[in-house]
Nanobody, 122 residues
Framework: QLQASGGGLVQAGDSLRLSCAAS????????LGWFRQAPGKEREFVAA????????YYADSVKGRSTCSRDNARNTVYLQMNSLKPEDTAVYYC?????????????????WGQGTLVTVSS
């Protein structure tokens, strides 16, 4: 099970750190991804990290403003988001593969958290 947290209402330019805690013991073996879904839009890829945290990948929309990291000892992955923009407003989901390598493909993530809402006001 995955539990995302850390969302909230912030102003443009602010920062947030999202967390995703996993209850499964094999968390440290799998790649994790962050996705988001804005109202009326499809769910889209945001960031991903491989099993060890040595490889990350970001969507162009957040590249340079976001950092994905993980602490396998705590079974937790993080998404630090800086310089937030109103267009970052969405429900953010974390998801886990059953594979150690990261991917941007939504349908390759098997386990999903419940989502945390990020609202950025202008």
């Amino acid at each position: 099970q995955l539990q995302a947290s850390g969302g909230g209402l912030v102003q443009a330019g602010d920062s947030l750190r999202l967390s995703c805690a996993a209850s499964r013991g094999s968390f440290s073996s799998y790649a994790l991804g962050w996705f988001r879904q804005a109202p009326g839009k499809e769910r889209e890829f945001v960031a991903a990290i491989n099993w060890s945290g040595t490889s990350t990948y970001y969507a162009d929309s957040v590249k340079g403003r976001s950092t994905c990291s993980r602490d396998n000892a705590r079974n937790t992955v993080y998404l630090q988001m800086n310089s937030l923009k109103p267009e970052d407003t969405a429900v953010y989901y974390c998801a886990s593969r059953v594979n150690s390598m990261l991917t941007t493909r939504l349908n390759e993530y098997i386990y999903w958290g419940q989502g945390t809402l990020v609202t950025v006001s202008s």
